[in-house]
């Protein structure tokens, strides 16, 4: 089944745009600058609520990148699709400088040729659960941050259409990604009301005070 829909995905459901999109979505090497940017912007020109969202948000992916997402991968050891079968389509857009030239190349389209060694970083899909991680405390602190759980399932679906990781992989990690971001935030929201809502009233709670 695994196969059969990676197949689908990968193989049977593409188009020359779709390429270019999908390896422009998953490429945080494009995303990256402006991302940290918005979010020192955030830091310096927003307010209680904002900062104590960013905050959220750097443990949230601190704790599900580098502790859960990274000692799955070193545990499960899951090859990635590419790295095992024959015939994986594997888009990426164009190693060139600079970097923003990728946005207006067609992307790079390679067919998999497996070998005798893989790296074994398939599972989880880090991208995947930071990105529903990250849907998740949005939601929790503004009532649109849910419209970035289509982004984060684009962002899930695009690392299966460019052959990085299995259908079973994304499924799984969102899971992860969400499930772990509510366990976070109940007990961040916990330290908040014991701690910090004395000294800041304005902001009585994370999870259970949100705005628009």
């Given at each position: 089944m695994d196969e059969q829909l990676l197949f689908l995905i990968n193989r049977s459901w593409t188009h020359p745009v779709l390429d270019w999109f999908m390896a422009l979505v998953t490429s945080w090497g494009i995303w990256m600058v402006p991302t940290i940017s918005f979010g020192v912007l955030m830091?310096?020109?927003g307010g209680l609520r904002e900062?104590?969202?960013?905050?959220?948000?750097?443990?949230v992916i601190g704790v599900g990148d580098g502790l859960?997402?990274?000692?799955?991968?070193?545990?499960?050891k899951r090859p990635r699709p590419y790295e095992v079968m024959a015939g994986v389509r594997m888009v990426n857009l164009q190693n060139v400088k600079p970097e923003i030239l990728q946005v207006?190349?067609?992307p790079k389209v390679r067919f998999s040729r497996p070998g005798k060694s893989h790296g074994g970083r398939s599972f989880?899909?880090?991208h995947t659960l930071n990105n529903f991680a990250v849907a998740t405390v949005l939601a929790l602190f503004y009532r649109r941050g849910v419209w970035w759980f289509p982004?984060?399932?684009?962002?899930?679906?695009?690392?299966?259409?460019?052959?990085?990781?299995?259908?079973?992989?994304v499924l799984i990690s969102t899971?992860?990604?969400?499930g772990l971001a509510l366990i976070l935030m109940a007990l961040l929201d916990w330290l908040w009301r014991k701690f910090g809502?004395?000294?800041?009233?304005?902001?009585?709670s994370l999870i259970f005070f949100r705005t628009p």
């Open positions: 830091m310096v020109m900062r104590a969202m960013l905050v959220c948000l750097g443990l859960v997402g990274a000692g799955l991968k070193n545990a499960v207006v190349m067609p989880p899909s880090s982004m984060a399932g684009l962002i899930g679906w695009s690392r299966i259409y460019t052959g990085s990781h299995w259908p079973s992989d899971m992860l990604g969400c809502a004395t000294r800041w009233p304005a902001l009585p």
